[in-house]
T-cell receptor, first 112, second 109 residues
């Protein structure tokens, strides 16, 4: 069964460092998303990506964040200078039509 | 077998109808989330439950930990409720969240 793959499963970084979270969406999907969940809080939408550009982003997705689809298979989320409050679970998702996305298992980011 | 299942997969209702979406899971959990996804991908988290029942406006969510089952109810449904509703569980081990497949709801005027 096809699945969205995220790596690493757990990333530990020092405050101020750059991190790149990686995702391999399902191969024929066209819509890609990042979400995050701070421990104990609700899941929050970050950004959606379609046709090689951002289609929607939330207010959380500020200049510290960027997304890229560097090749035909990967979809990355970069945080330029991590802050303590960036510690969260980050989920990637993809879909064919923009509804009912398939989610990855998540990457837990711990900023120390 | 999927660890989180939802039913129905698709649901069409007339405006004003009472709607129930079900979620069942097979793993130990610390919390369960109900999420709403609108076209465009934005997800809104509706509820986070670890026991009992929560209500917000026309939405009610219940969970039965012993039966590993949760329901999301919408009273007096409205076309703006049309969305995909996703159940997600936080596992008690391995610090992992598992999302259900979603239920696509269309409310017709």
């Amino acid at each position: 069964e096809p699945e969205v793959t995220q790596t690493p499963s757990h990333q530990v970084t020092q405050m101020g460092q750059e991190v790149i979270l990686r995702c391999v969406p399902i191969s024929n999907h066209l819509y890609f998303y990042w979400y995050r969940q701070i421990l104990g809080q609700k899941v929050e939408f970050l950004v959606s990506f379609y046709n090689n550009e951002i289609s929607e982003k939330s207010e959380i997705f500020d200049d510290q964040f960027s997304v890229e689809r560097p090749d035909g298979s990967n979809f990355t989320l970069k945080i330029r200078s991590t802050k303590l409050e960036d510690s969260a679970m980050y989920f990637c998702a993809s879909s064919t039509t923009g509804v009912v996305p398939f989610f990855g298992a998540g990457t837990r980011l711990s900023v120390l | 077998k999927n660890e989180v299942e939802q039913s129905p997969q698709n649901l069409t209702a007339q405006e004003g109808e009472f709607i129930t979406i079900n979620c069942s899971y097979s793993v130990g959990i610390s919390a369960l989330h109900w999420l709403q996804q609108h076209p465009g991908g934005g997800i809104v988290s509706l509820f986070m439950l670890s026991s009992g029942k929560k209500k917000h406006g026309r939405l009610i969510a219940t969970i039965n930990i012993q039966e590993k089952h949760s329901s999301l109810h919408i009273t007096a449904s409205h076309p703006r409720d049309s969305a995909v509703y996703i159940c997600a569980v936080e596992k008690t081990s391995y610090d992992k969240v598992i999302f259900g497949p979603g239920t696509s709801l269309s409310v017709i005027p």
